[in-house]
């Protein structure tokens, strides 16, 4: 049977409405993992926080039990603690060895994660960036999403075409972290991607799980683009994939319609044309 195959830039704003967190991040990973191997040398973009803790341990999974290969993998983190070196618990490196880096064959050397003690912040900022076009860009951005909307640490109203650069982390984002730091005082700055720098990535995967996520995910897919929700600004990338369960994806008002969007189009991929219509 023929098989018709979406060319690039045709699936837009795709969203996939799982039943439970476990079955979306099952379908996150198995995304990451089918870009390497279809592009072993491919670069991502990873995330850090809760949210993506189950996807990279079923990426260490595949890596150990089917042999999917990091070794030429690059990859860039979204954002890091200023103050935090790479040996602190809360650091967004730690989090990276600890969850991903250390159980996968990934060249270090191709791992990065903005360094939290650089003290020249612009220039370390510039690097970053420097360091993702020599890399030939970012082919997959992995991303979380915050309970009011932002995505890496571009709080609301960051500037939708903003670069690498320091930022102030607002109250609500300190509220949210704060537990991870067992009453340590924690940062007030990040160092962190900007939006723009989100928008220039090939494609865009975004997970969210969890209620608390739910207004946020309304927001981001059927609000208005705003910096207020700097996650908004997704609606003016040419691919972006959302995975949710049912409870982040529990206010979408036209969820309906976006199964049907998924049906339709496992039906396309798999070939299934006639019950599309197609050539009947
Ligand atoms: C922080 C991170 C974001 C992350 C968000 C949500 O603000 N900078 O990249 O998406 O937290 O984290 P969690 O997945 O723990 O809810």
């Given at each position: 049977?023929?098989?018709?195959?979406?060319?690039?830039?045709d699936?837009?704003?795709?969203?996939?409405?799982?039943?439970?967190?476990?079955?979306?991040?099952?379908?996150?990973?198995?995304?990451?993992a089918?870009?390497?191997?279809?592009?072993?040398?491919?670069?991502?973009?990873?995330?850090?926080?809760?949210?993506?803790?189950?996807?990279?341990?079923?990426?260490?999974?595949?890596?150990?039990?089917?042999?999917?290969?990091?070794?030429?993998?690059?990859t860039?983190?979204?954002?890091?603690?200023?103050?935090?070196?790479?040996?602190?618990?809360?650091?967004?490196?730690?989090?990276?060895?600890?969850?991903?880096?250390?159980?996968?064959?990934?060249?270090?050397?191709?791992?990065?994660?903005?360094?939290?003690?650089?003290?020249?912040?612009?220039?370390?900022?510039?690097?970053?960036e420097?360091?993702?076009?020599?890399?030939?860009?970012?082919?997959?951005?992995?991303?979380?999403?915050?309970?009011?909307?932002?995505?890496?640490?571009?709080?609301?109203?960051?500037?939708?075409?903003?670069?690498?650069?320091?930022?102030?982390?607002?109250?609500?984002?300190?509220?949210?972290?704060?537990?991870?730091?067992?009453?340590?005082?924690?940062?007030?700055?990040?160092?962190?991607?900007?939006?723009?720098?989100?928008?220039?990535?090939?494609?865009?995967?975004?997970?969210?799980?969890g209620?608390?996520?739910?207004?946020?995910?309304?927001?981001?897919?059927?609000?208005?683009?705003?910096?207020?929700?700097?996650?908004?600004?997704?609606q003016?990338?040419r691919?972006?994939?959302?995975?949710?369960?049912?409870?982040?994806?529990?206010?979408?008002?036209?969820?309906?319609?976006?199964?049907?969007?998924?049906?339709?189009?496992?039906?396309?991929?798999?070939?299934?044309?006639?019950?599309?219509?197609?050539?009947?």
């Amino acid at each position: 049977m023929k098989r018709v195959l979406l060319v690039k830039g045709d699936l837009l704003l795709r969203v996939i409405v799982e039943k439970s967190a476990e079955l979306a991040e099952l379908r996150a990973a198995s995304i990451v993992a089918d870009l390497v191997r279809r592009n072993p040398q491919a670069t991502l973009g990873l995330a850090t926080g809760r949210t993506p803790t189950n996807v990279y341990r079923e990426l260490v999974r595949m890596h150990c039990d089917s042999d999917l290969d990091f070794s030429q993998i690059t990859t860039f983190n979204l954002d890091e603690y200023v103050g935090l070196g790479p040996k602190h618990p809360q650091s967004f490196r730690y989090f990276m060895q600890e969850h991903l880096f250390d159980h996968i064959n990934i060249d270090a050397a191709k791992t990065f994660v903005p360094d939290g003690r650089a003290l020249d912040f612009e220039s370390h900022c510039r690097q970053y960036e420097q360091r993702i076009v020599d890399a030939g860009g970012i082919d997959l951005q992995f991303l979380g999403i915050g309970v009011d909307g932002h995505i890496a640490f571009n709080e609301p109203g960051s500037s939708l075409g903003s670069r690498t650069r320091l930022k102030t982390l607002s109250s609500e984002t300190i509220g949210q972290n704060a537990k991870y730091f067992n009453g340590e005082p924690m940062p007030r700055l990040a160092l962190t991607m900007g939006v723009g720098t989100i928008l220039e990535s090939q494609i865009c995967l975004l997970l969210a799980t969890g209620s608390h996520k739910a207004s946020a995910i309304r927001s981001m897919i059927e609000g208005p683009v705003t910096a207020q929700i700097t996650a908004s600004a997704l609606q003016l990338h040419r691919e972006v994939i959302v995975i949710v369960d049912e409870k982040a994806g529990g206010w979408l008002e036209r969820r309906d319609y976006y199964s049907e969007v998924e049906e339709c189009t496992q039906l396309l991929e798999s070939g299934q044309l006639r019950a599309l219509g197609i050539g009947n």
